[in-house]
């Protein structure tokens, strides 16, 4: 097989496999949502529903990708950051023009405030953990194993 050939193959694998751990992360932090939206805030109110929200999701989405480590492909740093940036802009984007924009119709102000970190908003924070998540797995777990 001729090299150019062999590492589309492998790019394609790490790309379709790494759509799928996103997706897991995105229903993960869908439930995450809903039992903030539905449970927490009628006990501690805003702002404290979002912020152990966000906590919650740094650590259920850390467990998830190291339970899922070895499926993902993910042998190199360059792998990781690749990964890394593209869960990180898919979380953008689907959260900026899919829920907040066509679902939930709020403004490109009201948007732009939930990435306002200055305000408490601990969005940012997380959007970051995503896009780091992949290199900070590896730099602990190694490269994963094929299974």
Known sequence: MWPFLEITVVMNELIKRSLLIWLGLFALAFVNGAIREIGLKKFIGEPWAHHISAITAF????????????????????????????????????????????????????????????????WPLVLVWIGVLPSVVRFFRGPARNL
Request: zero cysteines; proline letters at 0%.
């Open 59 to 122: 650590f259920i989405f850390g467990v998830y990708v190291l339970l899922l480590w070895n499926k993902s492909k993910i042998k190199t740093s360059k792998d990781a950051l690749f990964v890394g940036g593209m869960w990180f802009l898919l979380t953008i984007l689907t959260e900026t023009f899919v829920l907040n924009k066509w679902i939930s119709k709020l403004s490109w102000e009201e948007i732009i405030q939930t990435y306002n970190f200055s305000r408490g908003e601990l």
